[in-house]
């Protein structure tokens, strides 16, 4: 009987430390968590993980592998409100309170994951990190998208295609054409999705579109 329960207890000890090693091991430090609120399902579980090894990659405050780097964030615009169709109407557009924009910022900052998003244009909307859908080619697919909330070609920020072609830009040019020349190649199988990403709005279901570096 004593010898049974010595022998019992160390592989009760034995598992206690496997457990340990694998909550502190190399997969909570560095891997993808399973659920990012705002990085739909869909998208996570099918970014490609990144060939930087993780010693080299850039961290964040926590010493952990930043999987979101340069992120720019774009307030969405009253124009964009009225532009774009969701089930919030647009007189009720109300824009970030200032004090919250470094705590969405710092968000994305924080965001680890073994895959890396380069310079993303996140749309911040309702006063909130609209979640991610599709990323160059990942996720949630135009067609299905488009079949819910129709064509997605005026589906740009404003905010971010005021930044295009430098001082001399005819932005009107830019505000007519919108997405539509990329959106028509991904339509027809032509396009890869690189370098654009959609993104929804949890809160009033609006979609946007923005620009990333591949």
Request: overall charge neutral; hydrophobic content about 40%.
């Amino acid at each position: 009987m004593v010898w049974t329960f010595f022998i019992l207890l160390f592989l009760l000890a034995f598992i206690v430390i496997l457990a340990v090693q694998r909550l502190d091991g190399p997969a909570s430090k560095t891997g993808t968590p399973s659920s990012i609120l705002w990085i739909h399902p869909t998208v996570l579980q099918a970014l490609p993980q990144e060939k930087i090894p993780f010693n080299k990659r850039r961290l964040n405050r926590k010493r952990q592998p930043q999987a979101i780097l340069d992120p720019q964030l774009l307030e969405v615009s009253t124009w964009d409100w009225e532009r774009i169709p969701g089930s919030i109407p647009p007189e009720r557009y109300q824009k970030l309170h200032p004090n919250h924009w470094d705590t969405l910022e710092n968000q994305l900052l924080e965001t680890v994951g073994c895959f890396i998003l380069r310079s993303p244009c996140w749309p911040i909307c309702c006063s909130e990190l609209s979640v991610l859908v599709y990323s160059q080619g990942k996720g949630i697919s135009l067609h299905h998208l488009e079949s819910e909330h129709g064509p997605l070609d005026q589906a740009f920020l404003e905010n971010e295609l005021k930044t295009w072609g430098g001082p001399k830009a005819k932005l009107e040019e830019y505000f007519v054409e919108g997405w539509s020349s990329i959106l028509a190649q991904i339509r027809a199988g032509t396009h890869s999705g690189q370098g654009i990403n959609f993104f929804r709005c949890e809160n009033c279901n609006r979609l946007y579109i923005g620009s990333c570096s591949p």
